[in-house]
């Protein structure tokens, strides 16, 4: 059985940087059938899509966060990784991540359960 | 990016009823159209990929049906499990994006 599980710090403070850690079992991060994916939304919003990444290491931004975000993997850990910069209080938000499947992307399935980002000033 | 519209927002409905809720893409999406259940402090399941093929235990009163950039999901006989807020999600290019929601509560 696959599963995801977020991790990571609760609080952040504005202009500090966000790191979230996905930790997967049940399927490996190095395999080719899949994209690993960030997704967060803020509270009683819509859902938005921040990214993925391929085992290649190869990436996909939203470009409305490109310039902040990164994501990475370590195969040896089977864990995938959000870094989100100059956090502001639009950032705060519940952070999911997510498989994708590569011959058929936009398959996100499973979730992890999120993990509740806050903002602080 | 392409925008994804659904509707209603919010749908008020008693159990044994069947709803309907539409979305539309703002351009052709061909079938890469997702549908996922989300309900209250828990995160989206995938009911629907894509656009009408039904996820393995999703039960058969979900059905999905569109392509191009009309597309709906249909409810029949619900139960009270159903009652949560759906999400559509478009997958024909990057970045993916979501409709904002309806939310299905009991009349």
């Known amino acids: 059985q696959v599963h995801l599980q977020e991790s990571g710090p609760g609080l952040v403070k504005a202009s500090g940087t966000l790191s979230l850690t996905c930790t997967v079992s049940?399927?490996?991060?190095?395999?080719?059938?899949?994209?690993w994916s960030w997704i967060r939304q803020p509270p009683g919003k819509e859902l938005e899509w921040i990214g993925n990444?391929?085992?290649?290491?190869?990436?996909n931004y939203n470009p409305s966060l490109r310039r902040r975000v990164s994501i990475s993997l370590d195969t040896s850990e089977n864990q995938f990784y959000l870094i989100l910069t100059s956090m502001t209080a639009a950032d705060a938000a519940v952070y999911y991540c997510?498989?994708?499947?590569?011959?058929?992307?936009?398959?996100?399935?499973?979730w992890g359960q999120g993990t509740l980002v806050t903002v602080s000033s | 990016d392409i925008q994804m519209t659904q509707s209603p927002s919010s749908v008020s409905a008693s159990v044994g009823d069947t709803v309907t809720i539409t979305c539309r893409a703002s351009?052709?999406?061909?079938?890469?159209l997702a549908w996922y259940q989300q309900p209250p402090g828990k995160a989206p399941q995938l009911l629907i990929f894509?656009?009408?093929t039904l996820q393995t235990g999703v039960p058969s009163r979900f059905s999905g049906s569109g392509s191009g950039t009309d597309f709906t999901l249909t409810i029949s006989s619900l139960q009270p499990e159903d009652f949560a807020t759906y999400y559509c999600?478009?997958?024909?290019?990057?970045?993916?994006?979501f409709g904002q929601g309806t939310k299905l509560q009991i009349k």
């Open positions: 049940g399927v490996s991060v190095s395999s080719n059938n899949y994209y």
């Open positions: 999600q478009q997958s024909n290019s990057f970045p993916y994006t």
């Open positions: 990444i391929y085992y290649t290491g190869s990436t």
């Open positions: 351009q052709v999406i061909s079938n890469w």
């Open positions: 997510a498989r994708d499947t590569f011959y058929q992307s936009g398959r996100l399935d499973p």
């Open positions: 894509p656009s009408s």
